[in-house]
């Protein structure tokens, strides 16, 4: 029988982090103790410290008196066995030796429990070189800033409004009075005496305790703990007046919102001291707030990833009602806390991990900060003993989040009410946005349909598209109603507007009723039958082949909504749209890439030549007669009668600019103020026929890197891509050169009326060609070739200033953030003829 067997007898069975976490974690301190005499392997797990701090911090956690002037000696089961508080000195110096020292004793241990050795390991080492290997990759390094140069402009555009962190040196950190007061030496003589919140993690029911300085000072230079306490304490400015003004809120971070709450504010700013091995574990800030980090003295190893990135290793539920829940709701924070320990984590996870899965990394040094954005995850381990301060904060660019948490979180932080109140008093031109939030998240909807369908709020109903429990039935439905096999499996694809799947041979987009669904299923089907009967042949395999259209319920039926449907052709190999072969490998402005250059697997010369040609196509088609009342406005019936339909929408775009702009709240609010005095007053002036040539017959309405699919092709048959009907069933591994545009979908914004070419610019030039003004001269140069079998043109009259009308015009917010993301600069122009010139300028 081997020791361990012999040691634990019928428990031998049982992982060993099982059998002391979850049994001996559950026993008394007498049963506890008493297991220490069953054998060598019972003594050394019964000896584990852990379980003795739970019950020492237990038993006395929250009494005040003896926490404040508690004395720690050296181990926790010595402390729970001859408590005494610090005023009795006697013993005070004598240090006792950790138990699972005592673990080097039994060889036999070592040998058969992983889980006893790497936790003594664990407690020991030294962490004073743990800093990223050399060869880390530089895409997983967080970007540097310099605080001399890095102007509160810059830092804007670059990193707060695009939702990335950095760190920031030089930011004369020098200058404040906490840079000496806060000295270890320093603000233990000073604040010795005074208490403050320690947190508690994994060390029994009570989270935080009450400690006096110099009673934390003494245990952190003895301790031996895997999770050692670290003071986090939120109220340090409230009480000490004097720590409130010993350091300064950083230029970058001075906008908060919540200052509208100074009497009911959330927790929002901690000074945190704490020793090697100590550290915050996985979790995101709560209310949607981002934060900014200062160190005093220290360092901080950081590892974070993006708010769509769950961190490897990390196990948690993120089922709510119906299946949603939000990132920033409590039952994430609040189970994130019990993921591994930093420490752990780091030893145990990321060894394991690719070098494409591995976070953002930094070791953060004294006078360093560093700025967390709103709903990334962030990890930190402290390397040495370290000072710090940090705050929370809500500003313009994650206003959006923090309403999301704050409406869904009611019974939570319990401000909401007020926080809207005095937001909208303080901050008058933020109504219209918040406004607009209160109806996306708020938890109550009087909407039939949404009710009908078992939701009660228009997020979860958004998030139900997803579940193939609700729709695989509807499915599975139409699909015999058109006659297509019923049993091939279905996946999902809808990317949030609309419940859309898929399987080997059709595509099934239902429509919602939210996006003007009826109207949208019409146009759609139409603009199919056009393509179908009136495209030229050239183009034809372009588009898929409608398969059948209808809605699901009948006219009997007694449902609220009959959910319009559509089913069309499969893309051939499935179709991986331009937006899936670009994530994280598109252009930017500062690649250097000529009109045929390449970047990973795209040829961007010949995706401008194909969207060129696809558009031309479509604007080429013949035109249908709509007469759509509401979109004229208020316009006099000899006016109405003389504005061509799609001035007509132009017109009531144009009159409600202003507003929807202060609902997305993308741009800077000083150039929203200027949006009206910007835009033209008449829709003539941004198509004028006898200036600008024949109305395009059918504009696609949105045709963004999404909605051009394409193949993936082997190298060796790239030279033969033209023949994409030859490209079925290509294995993974030949998926190494390059990606051909082959499908143009999704025509559920078509305007059948057509409209000015350039509108239809707007989404090929920001998502498409990522504003790369070498490929837009191509697309333009194409597009406008005589040789092309149509004759339609796209005009070039006030080119720039018309096309940015036409982009302040777009129906959708999408286009605009990713403007936003190609070129962040535009938040640092003044007026919309520097941005104007920014986005359009190729003359």
Excluded at 81 to 101: I, Q, Y
């Amino acid at each position: 029988m081997d020791p361990r067997t012999r040691g634990l007898g019928t428990l031998h069975v049982i992982p060993d982090d099982i059998f002391s976490e979850r049994i001996l974690a559950q026993l008394s301190d007498l049963d506890l103790a008493h297991c220490a005499r069953v054998s060598r392997f019972f003594y050394v797990f019964s000896r584990d410290d852990q379980l003795w701090k739970k019950h020492c911090l237990d038993k006395w956690g929250d009494n005040r008196e003896i926490m404040q002037n508690f004395l720690f000696r050296g181990t926790w089961l010595l402390t729970y066995l001859f408590p005494t508080m610090l005023s009795e000195r006697e013993e005070k110096e004598k240090v006792w030796a950790h138990p699972l020292c005592r673990l080097l004793q039994f060889p036999e241990i070592i040998k058969h429990s992983h889980y006893l050795y790497a936790k003594w390991c664990r407690c020991n080492m030294l962490l004073v070189n743990f800093t990223p290997t050399p060869e880390i990759s530089s895409d997983s390094v967080i970007p540097i800033e310099n605080g001399v140069e890095l102007t509160k402009e810059k830092f804007e555009s670059l990193y707060d409004a695009q939702s990335v962190p950095v760190l920031i040196k030089n930011n004369e950190v020098e200058k404040w009075k906490a840079w000496a007061d806060w000295k270890w030496e320093n603000i233990l003589k000073k604040y010795g005496k005074t208490v403050f919140r320690v947190a508690n993690e994994r060390g029994g029911k009570y989270r935080y305790l009450s400690m006096s300085l110099e009673s934390y000072a003494h245990y952190i230079r003895i301790q031996h703990d895997e999770t050692p306490l670290y003071i986090f304490d939120a109220n340090f400015a409230d009480r000490d007046s004097e720590m409130a003004e010993a350091y300064e809120v950083p230029k970058y971070f001075q906008e908060d919102f919540f200052s509208v709450l100074p009497d009911k504010r959330p927790p929002y700013r901690w000074i945190i001291i704490g020793p090697a091995r100590s550290g915050a574990s996985w979790h995101v800030d709560p209310a949607g707030t981002s934060a900014w980090n200062t160190t005093i003295e220290g360092r901080k190893r950081w590892a974070l990833y993006p708010p769509h990135v769950f961190p490897p290793g990390l196990s948690i539920s993120r089922t709510g009602i119906n299946g949603h829940q939000s990132l920033y709701s409590t039952d994430v924070l609040e189970n994130a806390k019990d993921s591994a320990t930093s420490l752990f984590w780091y030893l145990e996870v990321y060894p394991q991990l690719t070098p494409e899965m591995r976070p953002l990394e930094i070791i953060q040094e004294p006078g360093q900060t560093i700025f967390i954005p709103s709903g990334w995850w962030h990890m930190v381990l402290n390397l040495d003993d370290t000072v710090a301060v940090t705050q929370n904060f809500a500003n313009i660019h994650n206003l959006e989040h923090v309403c999301e948490s704050l409406i869904g979180e009611k019974d939570k932080y319990k401000v909401w009410e007020t926080f809207h109140e005095n937001i909208i008093m303080t901050y008058p031109n933020l109504e219209p946005f918040i406004t607009r939030r209160i109806s996306m998240f708020s938890d109550n909807t009087d909407d039939s349909v949404i009710k009908e369908e078992g939701f009660s709020s228009k997020l979860d109903f958004l998030e139900g598209f997803r579940d193939l429990r609700i729709w695989q039935p509807r499915v599975i439905e139409v699909l015999r109603r058109c006659e297509l096999n019923e049993n091939v499996p279905i996946k999902v694809i809808s990317h949030g507007q609309n419940p859309v799947f898929r399987n080997s041979t059709a595509v099934i987009k239902f429509y919602s009723h939210l996006f003007n669904g009826v109207k949208t299923f019409y146009a759609e089907s139409k603009a199919y039958s056009i393509i179908t009967n009136h495209i030229s042949e050239k183009y034809t395999r372009y588009f898929p082949r409608l398969i059948g259209s209808g809605y699901l319920f009948d006219e009997s039926s007694e449902r609220n909504y009959r959910w319009p449907y559509l089913v069309i052709e499969a893309a051939i190999d499935g179709g991986v749209s331009l937006a899936e072969v670009i994530v994280g490998g598109g252009l930017s402005l500062s690649d250097e890439v000529d009109v045929n250059g390449e970047k990973g697997m795209v040829k961007w010369g010949e995706v401008a030549d194909f969207s060129a040609e696809i558009l031309n196509a479509l604007h080429s088609l013949p035109s249908i007669s709509i007469v759509d009342e509401s979109m004229a406005l208020d316009l006099t019936t000899a006016e109405q009668s003389s504005l061509h339909p799609f001035h007509k929408f132009i017109s009531r775009r144009l009159s409600h600019a202003s507003k929807v702009h202060s609902e997305w709240l993308i741009f800077s609010p000083q150039l929203i103020s200027q949006i009206s005095s910007y835009l033209p007053s008449s829709p003539l002036e941004l198509y004028n026929p006898e200036l600008d040539g024949s109305l395009a017959g059918i504009l696609h309405g949105d045709l963004n890197a999404e909605n051009i699919l394409g193949i993936l092709t082997s190298s060796e048959e790239t030279s033969n891509h033209q023949n994409h009907n030859n490209h079925n069933g290509l294995d993974e591994d030949e998926l190494t050169g390059y990606w051909t545009p082959t499908t143009v979908i999704d025509l559920g914004d078509s305007q059948l009326y057509g409209g000015d070419p350039l509108f239809d610019l707007i989404p090929i030039y920001i998502s498409v060609l990522g504003c790369s003004k070498l490929l837009l001269k191509r697309f333009l140069e194409k597009y406008n070739d005589d040789e092309i079998e149509s004759k339609q043109k796209i005009s070039m009259r006030m080119f720039k200033r018309r096309a940015m009308w036409y982009t302040l015009l777009w129906e959708f917010e999408g286009a605009v953030k990713y403007l936003i993301g190609c070129l962040p600069n535009i938040r640092e122009c003044k007026n919309w003829e520097d941005v104007e010139e920014l986005v359009w300028g190729i003359m």
